[in-house]
């Protein structure tokens, strides 16, 4: 076996009741950043994405629509990976939990959590919101004017009583808070850490995991009048895509326990709560952390359908370009916060930061190897304290990245890098190689050299974020599409002097408002 560090990461698997907007975007967007920045650093990573396809909710939309369920999940699934393709997301799987492979592995972990006695069969009588696929409390309601019972997500809730298989998760809570306690980090960002404590240590209740009056599911192996809750089917989907049930050989052997599971936080308890108790109780190791990140408004307002306002994110593709919004959802908001989605901050950062912070930098600089170095990278002369100042920022920017990379930090870490970008622009303008070109042009060659090493650790590292542009200005500097993992940031991997280079061309466009919204 190779000793090559694994790194798994999953998505939230999403429900195809539904066009994918841009709360599906994002969360994807997310983990395909995280999968490429661990790629380039050396790591053997599996990124997990895919659809969630059973339940009631499934089933309703598709009598809506008019449609037998397995034809309309195959339909609105094929809506997700298209847009998968679009968005150019790395995943290496896409699983849908109407696939064999995952009701073996439904069944399977069924049966384990029954041997190990944490499955009893009793009546339920109780609240569900559809739109949730959740059980809530009386005491978790509110009542409108008019009489209706809603749910904290603002869901409607209806009264559901039937025969259903529980699972024992009250027995649960003690290992839960033991397993949090000793991992500090299994729950991210630390406010969410603490409502989910709280929220066990409020005590736990027997979970119904199984229905009777609709079939659109798993059947429980060995009574065929239940299915599967479709909560327990859709988690175990993270097990499923490494072989599950098979554990000690293949993917699972080498993937599970998984590194990361990123979701929204309306979906945080299913994942550090219900998902790390039944892979306990089934004698299966807990994922190692659980990130749930914030939701986006539009223009200040909640994104719902029936306001209308929800962003598709082929629009706003089409309108501002790929990278640039993949720069944009990452950079505008600490991630975990939520975040507010406008115009106008989707404007300014692209002149501001792209166009001009980074793109200029860039441009000028290339421009100059260009037209005053015969196209070819400079050979530089003696560092002084200014080039050696910069360039030790820039290579010092790799361990830091990293590390805020590790812990989901993407709005510092694209901080980090601007922090280099602005630094270089400030070394241009006190360097000022385009007057040196006549009074000193073995000073300006060094300064187009450090700058252009400079941009090299720049584009490498914000590859993961921006990964056409990136490639341009990778192109543009002529370096190897073999030099371009992280390892060409240490020793040995600095531009070549002599190195031909393409006449440049920008690689980020200022957005001109053509006086749109
Ligand atoms: N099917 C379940 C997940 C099962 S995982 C075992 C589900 N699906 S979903 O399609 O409703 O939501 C998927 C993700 O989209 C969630 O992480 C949710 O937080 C995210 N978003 C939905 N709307 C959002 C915003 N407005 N903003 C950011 N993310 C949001 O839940």
Redesign the pocket.
């Known amino acids: 076996m190779s000793d090559q560090p694994t790194y798994y990461l999953t998505?939230?698997?999403?429900?195809v009741n539904?066009a994918p907007?841009?709360?599906?975007a994002?969360?994807t967007l997310a983990c395909d950043v995280l999968a490429r920045f661990k790629r380039l650093d050396g790591f053997d990573v599996r990124f997990l994405t895919g659809t969630?396809e059973h339940g009631q909710k499934v089933e309703k939309s598709a009598q809506a629509a008019g449609m037998d369920p397995q034809a309309f999940t195959d339909k609105v699934s094929k809506n997700f990976r298209d847009l998968a393709s679009f968005m150019k997301f790395s995943h290496d799987d896409f699983i849908r939990t109407t696939e064999d492979r995952h009701i073996r592995a439904c069944q399977a972990i069924w049966k384990k959590l029954e041997e190990a006695g944490d499955i009893y069969l009793d009546n339920y009588g109780g609240w569900y919101a559809v739109r949730d696929?959740a059980f809530y409390g009386e005491d978790e309601l509110t009542k409108t004017a008019d009489g209706k019972r809603i749910a904290p997500s603002g869901a409607e809730v209806e009264w559901v009583e039937e025969p259903s298989y529980f699972f024992k998760l009250s027995a649960w809570g003690d290992r839960l808070l033991a397993y949090y306690e000793a991992n500090p980090d299994f729950i991210l960002p630390d406010s969410r850490r603490n409502e989910v404590l709280s929220f066990v240590k409020g005590g736990l209740n027997d979970l119904s995991i199984s229905r009777t009056t609709f079939k659109w599911g798993v059947p429980v192996p060995g009574n065929e009048e239940h299915i599967m809750y479709v909560?327990l089917d859709?988690?175990t989907?993270?097990i499923t895509a490494v072989g599950y049930p098979e554990t000690e050989t293949g993917d699972y052997a080498k993937y599970w326990p998984a590194d990361l599971h990123?979701?929204?936080?309306?979906?945080l308890r299913?994942?550090a709560v219900y998902w790390p108790a039944f892979l306990m109780a089934a004698g299966l190791e807990p994922p190692k952390r659980v990130f749930a990140?914030?939701?986006?408004?539009n223009e200040g307002q909640k994104?719902s359908k029936s306001t209308g306002n929800v962003i598709d994110p082929i629009e706003l593709i089409n309108r501002y370009g790929l990278d640039q919004v993949r720069y944009f959802l990452l950079r505008e908001v600490p991630f975990g916060n939520d975040g507010d989605f406008s115009h106008t901050a989707m404007v300014n950062r692209m002149n501001g930061e792209l166009a001009n912070d980074f793109g200029n930098l860039a441009q000028r600089v290339l421009s100059m190897v260009g037209k005053n170095c015969d196209g070819k990278i400079p050979t530089p002369g003696t560092f002084d304290a200014d080039d050696l100042a910069l360039l030790g920022q820039a290579h010092g920017l790799l361990a830091a990245v990293r590390a805020l990379m590790d812990r989901q930090g993407f709005n510092h870490a694209l901080e980090a890098i601007w922090v280099v970008i602005r630094a270089a622009n400030g070394y241009v303008d006190r360097q000022a190689p385009w007057k040196l070109k006549k009074e000193d042009p073995a000073r300006m060659a060094t300064v187009l050299y450090v700058l252009a090493e400079v941009i090299r650790h720049l584009a490498l590292l914000a590859q993961p974020v921006m990964p056409d542009a990136m490639s341009k200005m990778l192109d543009q500097l002529s370096v190897p599409t073999d030099a371009r993992s992280f390892k060409a940031l240490g020793e040995g991997g600095a531009l070549v002097p002599g190195t031909v280079i393409p006449a440049p061309e920008g690689a980020f466009p200022r957005f001109l408002d053509e006086g749109s919204t």
């Open positions: 998505t939230p698997i999403y429900y539904d907007h841009i709360g599906h994002y969360t969630d696929e909560w859709a988690l989907n993270y990123m979701v929204g936080k309306d979906i299913f994942h990140h914030g939701w986006w408004t994104i």
